[in-house]
């Protein structure tokens, strides 16, 4: 086979050298750029795309976050709203039993006027008091002007005393205790030895009359024995009873 003339032409050999230089430092500078390209991907685009997932998972957790806020406000408007009615509610029954109590008062001031009149002689003596305390009229008697001398039988005055108290009460409740001065009494100890048992046998004598002879119902009295009395500035006997008139509770 013949040889190329053309191998041997120095500009032909010339050229080539240089293209295959050209196509050297081409690959290189292609080489540069994706070399450039990635590390600019990497410095950059990179920490971008980490801080946006960031930001994101912040993101949702401030959502979170002011979701349950927001939830957690709206329990609290909620027990706020239910607290707020239930002091209204409170308020209401309060003025209630103010307004209650102050018509009870004025009732039992009324009451102790009518009774006064009619106790104005044994008052004179001191042989009676009345007084408002604590929600209730407490009428005192002396044992003197309610039992028979010598006896535990209620005299006809002292049924007519009794019989007054029942009677402006109406319906409202009738408490009897007994009080003493702590001392025996020779004339009773036989049958009741014990102050206590004299005392609760003065107190059921009274409350017998008033159910018996006063048409007071059964469930509107009650008899107790009490104690010694030492009231500061009473003028009363020590041996007495106190008829405590209550208004009756009411049905819920």
């Given at each position: 086979m013949g040889k190329n003339p053309w191998d041997d032409d120095p500009d032909l050999q010339a050229f080539a050298g240089r293209r295959s230089s050209s196509t050297r430092w081409g690959r290189v500078f292609v080489g540069l750029i994706v070399v450039?390209?990635?590390?600019?991907?990497?410095?950059?685009y990179l920490p971008l795309f980490r801080a946006h997932d960031t930001l994101a998972a912040d993101y949702q957790r401030e959502i979170q976050k002011a979701r349950t806020l927001e939830q957690s406000l709206g329990d609290?408007?909620?027990?706020l709203q239910k607290a707020l009615s239930r002091k209204d509610e409170l308020e209401a029954e309060k003025r209630k039993r103010e307004s209650g109590a102050?018509?009870?008062?004025?009732?039992?001031?009324?009451?102790?006027?009518?009774?006064?009149?009619?106790?104005?002689?044994?008052?004179?003596k001191g042989l009676a008091?009345?007084?408002?305390?604590?929600g209730a009229l407490v009428v005192s008697l002396a044992d003197a002007v309610v039992f028979a001398p010598k006896k535990l039988d209620v005299s006809a005055s002292g049924k007519q005393l009794l019989?007054?108290?029942?009677?402006?009460?109406?319906?409202?409740?009738?408490?009897?205790?007994?009080?003493?001065?702590?001392?025996?009494?020779?004339?009773?100890?036989?049958?009741?030895?014990?102050?206590?048992?004299?005392?609760?046998?003065?107190?059921?004598?009274?409350?017998?009359?008033?159910?018996?002879?006063?048409?007071?119902?059964?469930?509107?009295?009650?008899?107790?024995?009490?104690g010694r009395a030492?009231?500061?500035?009473?003028?009363?006997p020590a041996v007495?009873?106190?008829i405590e008139i209550r208004p009756a509770p009411t049905a819920p």
């Open positions: 450039g390209g990635l590390t600019f991907v990497g410095a950059y609290t408007k909620s027990e102050e018509g009870a008062s004025s009732s039992l001031e009324a009451l102790k006027s009518e009774l006064s009149a009619k106790l104005d002689k044994a008052e004179k008091e009345l007084h408002v305390e604590a019989c007054d108290v029942a009677k402006a009460a109406a319906t409202q409740e009738l408490r009897v205790s007994a009080f003493d001065d702590g001392q025996p009494d020779p004339t009773f100890s036989a049958k009741y030895p014990t102050s206590w048992q004299l005392r609760s046998a003065r107190a059921a004598s009274a409350v017998d009359v008033l159910e018996a002879k006063c048409a007071a119902k059964p469930e509107r009295l009650q008899s107790l024995a009490s030492s009231k500061a500035g009473s003028k009363l007495h009873l106190e």
